[in-house]
């Protein structure tokens, strides 16, 4: 009876314990962090410097899927460097960078702008993560349709997997979108918003959670635990 009372005593703990824990690790890095939202600003984003000649960018009151603002992005047909955001500098963002498991991005093109006659489109090509990781870091998207006949407005949210960096002693990052389309009559805009770094928890808010784990948090308790955490 005792031991019966005990043990399961222990195992509650140890759920609840593990249960904290794991809220606790989700919140750690201030996941998911919004990289690209431009409500009337570049916010920290900039024509990328071996952009093609003629490529040009600006937060406009259009096409937006978070806020009221997109970043109208003109690029040059092929395979191009279009944008680029650098974080370095920003510690909290760098951190966000480093325990992101995803990167998720929406775009818009507009049917009216553009005539595909015989070429062909992408919503994007991908993105190319620069740290301490690696220089040259090419991503393709994991999630998300690219292609796009345009016969009809396009609005697509794209997924990109981040590759570990190596958390949390990124100093420097910076994240580039490349475009790629080639053969069209005439060429329009891409519309980004809502660029957003993901970790391991998914899109969910990370913010109730913290105040949900944190009174019950114990810190020594934490190692032992640790090599069980489900992953
Ligand atoms: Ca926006």
């Known amino acids: 009876m005792n031991m019966n009372l005990m043990s399961r005593i222990g195992?509650?703990?140890?759920?609840?314990?593990?249960?904290?824990?794991?809220?606790?690790?989700?919140?750690?890095?201030?996941?998911?962090?919004?990289?690209?939202?431009?409500?009337?600003?570049?916010?920290?984003?900039?024509?990328?410097?071996?952009?093609?000649?003629?490529?040009t960018a600006k937060a406009v009151k259009e096409n937006a899927t978070l806020g009221n603002y997109s970043y109208k992005v003109f690029v040059p047909s092929g395979w191009q460097k279009a944008i680029v955001r650098d974080l370095s500098g920003d510690a909290n963002l760098l951190a966000?960078?480093?325990?992101?498991?995803?990167?998720?991005?929406?775009?818009?093109?507009?049917?009216?702008?553009?005539?595909?006659?015989?070429?062909?489109?992408?919503?994007?090509?991908?993105?190319?993560?620069?740290?301490?990781?690696?220089?040259?870091?090419?991503?393709?998207?994991?999630?998300g349709e690219t292609g796009w006949n345009g016969a009809e407005d396009k609005k697509v949210t794209v997924t990109f997997d981040i590759p570990p960096q190596t958390p949390p002693d990124l100093t420097h990052g910076s994240i580039t979108i490349i475009t790629n389309y080639d053969g069209v009559t005439t060429a329009g805009n891409f519309y980004f918003d809502n660029v957003r770094l993901i970790g391991a928890a998914g899109e969910t808010k990370p913010a109730e959670m913290k105040k949900a784990a944190e009174p019950n948090q114990p810190k020594e308790a934490a190692k032992p635990v640790e090599p069980n955490k489900p992953k």
């Open 11 to 55: 195992v509650c703990s140890f759920i609840c314990l593990a249960i904290t824990l794991g809220l606790a690790g989700i919140s750690y890095a201030g996941l998911p962090q919004v990289i690209g939202n431009w409500e009337d600003s570049n916010d920290g984003w900039a024509v990328h410097s071996e952009a093609a000649e003629g490529t």
């Open 96 to 143: 966000a960078l480093g325990k992101a498991t995803q990167l998720k991005v929406d775009i818009t093109l507009k049917a009216k702008e553009w005539n595909i006659g015989t070429g062909w489109v992408k919503a994007i090509e991908c993105i190319v993560i620069q740290s301490d990781m690696g220089g040259w870091q090419q991503i393709d998207p994991a999630d």
